[in-house]
C-alpha cells in the first residue's frame, strides 16, 4: 500500500537535520519568527482538544504553502519539501507537547481506565480467548511487537509516535504470513494485535492515540499508515468493551477471572511484593547495563575484524578523502568534506548516546577517542557505518532550549533554538 509511515531511522536523522540547516539560512528569519511567534502564543491559550488540533493543523498547513513559495525551496523535489514540513511538525509539536498531550480531564480518565481494564485482563487471557489460530501463535514475535509498542512514550512527535505502532503492526503482519500458505486477513490480524496491546499494556495509550489524531500532519496520515492506525483505534475500543462475550467466556467465568485478577494485581502492587519487584528491576537493569560495551570496545573490535580481513583497503573505497594529503585537496572539495564530515559527526554521537558514554570530540583520549588499530583510523570508518536510527531518550525527544547538540529519538537536534531566541 502506499503511504507508510517510515520508522526512525537514519532517514528520519537527515529530514530533521535538512530542516534545521534550511532554518539557520539568513532568508529563513521570518520563517523562524513566524514559528516562534506561534509557540508562544499558542502556549498562552487555553486547552480545547478540537481548537488546539485545528490551530495546528491550519498552521501547518500554512507554512507549507509558504516554504513551496520561498526561494530558499525553489526547485526542491516533493520529497525534499516533504521533509520540510517533517521537520516543521517535530519542532511545533516538541516544543507542544507539555501544552497538548494528555492535557484533558477526560482524556487522562480514559487512560486510566484503559490501563486498568488491560492490567486486570492481561492476567488471565490466552490467546484462544480471541479465537487466534494455534498456527498464528507466536509468543516470540508477540514479545518483540509488544516492546515496540511500548517504546512509544519515549517519543514526543506525532511521527515518532505512529512509527512505533506501524513497527509493532508490521512485525505481527510479518509472522501472521510466515505461518500460513495463504496471505492472513484483517480477522487474523486484529485479534493478535489486541492481544499483544493488552499484554503491552503500554501507559497513556489513548492520549498517545488521540496525540496522534489532532497532531499529526493530516496530508500524511493516508493509505496503509492510515489502515493501520485505525485498527490501533479499534483495539482501544475493543478493549475497554471487553466482556465475556468478546473472550467467548460465559458470564461467571468471565467475573472469576476479572476477580482473581483484582487480587492478584492488588497483592503486586502492594507491600513486599513492589519493594522486590523494585529491587530485582534494578539488579536486572544494572546487570544490563555492565554488558554494554563502549564505543571505544566496538571501535577497537571492528578495527581489529577489518585488519585481519583480507582486501581491507575495499572498506574504504566509498570515503575518497580517507588518505589523501593537504596538497591533493581543491577547494571544490571543501562541500563534500563537510557535508561528510557532518554525517560523522551526527552517526557518532547517536551511537555514544545510544550506549549511554560521554560523547568526546575525536581528538580527545578515552572512548571514541579514534585510537587506530592495526593502522585503520577506527573511529572515522566505524562511525560512517553506524546506521542505527532509533535511540530513545527517557525524558525527551524534542528541541530543548539553548542547546547545541541533543539527542532527540534517534536524531540530533542542532541550533534552530539559538535562531529561535534571536
Not at 102 to 117: G, M, V, Y
Request: hydrophobic residues 35%; negative net charge.
Amino acid at each position: 500500500m502506499e503511504n507508510t509511515e517510515p520508522p526512525v531511522s537514519s532517514t528520519t536523522t537527515r529530514t530533521w537535520h535538512d530542516f534545521l540547516e534550511r532554518m539557520r539560512q539568513p532568508s529563513a528569519t521570518e520563517f523562524v519568527k513566524t514559528i516562534k511567534n506561534f509557540i508562544t502564543t499558542f502556549s498562552k491559550t487555553i486547552p480545547n482538544p478540537e481548537k488546539d488540533s485545528e490551530s495546528i493543523q491550519e498552521f501547518f498547513a500554512t507554512m507549507d504553502a509558504a516554504f513551496r513559495a520561498h526561494p530558499l525551496w525553489a526547485g526542491r523535489t516533493e520529497d525534499e519539501l516533504e521533509n520540510t514540513s517533517e521537520g516543521l511538525e517535530k519542532y511545533i509539536m516538541t516544543k507542544l507537547f507539555p501544552r497538548v498531550f494528555a492535557s484533558h480531564p477526560e482524556d487522562i480518565k480514559i487512560d486510566k481506565d484503559l490501563f486498568n481494564k488491560s492490567l486486570l485482563i492481561q492476567q488471565f487471557i490466552e490467546p484462544h480467548h480471541l479465537d487466534i489460530q494455534q498456527k498464528y501463535q507466536n509468543e516470540t514475535s508477540w514479545l518483540i511487537a509488544k516492546k515496540e509498542l511500548q517504546k512509544i512514550n519515549s517519543y514526543k512527535a506525532p511521527r515518532d509516535k505512529l512509527s512505533c505502532i506501524l513497527s509493532c503492526c508490521k512485525v505481527i503482519s510479518t509472522s501472521l504470513f510466515n505461518a500460513s500458505e495463504n496471505p492472513p486477513g484483517a480477522d487474523d490480524f486484529l485479534p493478535v494485535l489486541i492481544y499483544v496491546t493488552i499484554k503491552a499494556n503500554v501507559a497513556q495509550l489513548h492520549s498517545n492515540l488521540v496525540y496522534i489524531q489532532r497532531f499529526r500532519n493530516r496530508l500524511r496520515l493516508g493509505g496503509e499508515t492510515e489502515y493501520l492506525f485505525t485498527n490501533m483505534l479499534s483495539v482501544e475500543s475493543f478493549i475497554l468493551n471487553i466482556d465475556a462475550k468478546a473472550l467467548s467466556m460465559d458470564e461467571s467465568e468471565f467475573e472469576n477471572n476479572m476477580e482473581s485478577a483484582r487480587v492478584i494485581v492488588s497483592g503486586e502492587y502492594n507491600g513486599e511484593n513492589v519493594e522486590t519487584r523494585r529491587v530485582e528491576s534494578e539488579n536486572d537493569m544494572e546487570a544490563k547495563l555492565k554488558e554494554v560495551p563502549s564505543v571505544s570496545d566496538l571501535e577497537n573490535k571492528g578495527g581489529t575484524m577489518i585488519v585481519m580481513e583480507e582486501k581491507v583497503s575495499e572498506k574504504f573505497w566509498n570515503f575518497p578523502f580517507l588518505y589523501s594529503k593537504v596538497d591533493d585537496l581543491s577547494v571544490g572539495d571543501v562541500d563534500e568534506l563537510l557535508n561528510g564530515y557532518k554525517q560523522l559527526v551526527f552517526k557518532y554521537v547517536c551511537l555514544a548516546k545510544g550506549l549511554g558514554v560521554p560523547v568526546r570530540p575525536p581528538l580527545e583520549t578515552g572512548d571514541g577517542g579514534g585510537e587506530a588499530v592495526g593502522g585503520v583510523p577506527v573511529a572515522a570508518t566505524e562511525s560512517e557505518q553506524v546506521e542505527d536510527g532509533r535511540v530513545e531518550g527517557g525524558g525527551h525527544d524534542g528541541v530543548r532550549d539553548s542547546t547545541t547538540e541533543t539527542l532527540v529519538a534517534g536524531e540530533v537536534v542542532s541550533q534552530l533554538d539559538v535562531n529561535v531566541e534571536k
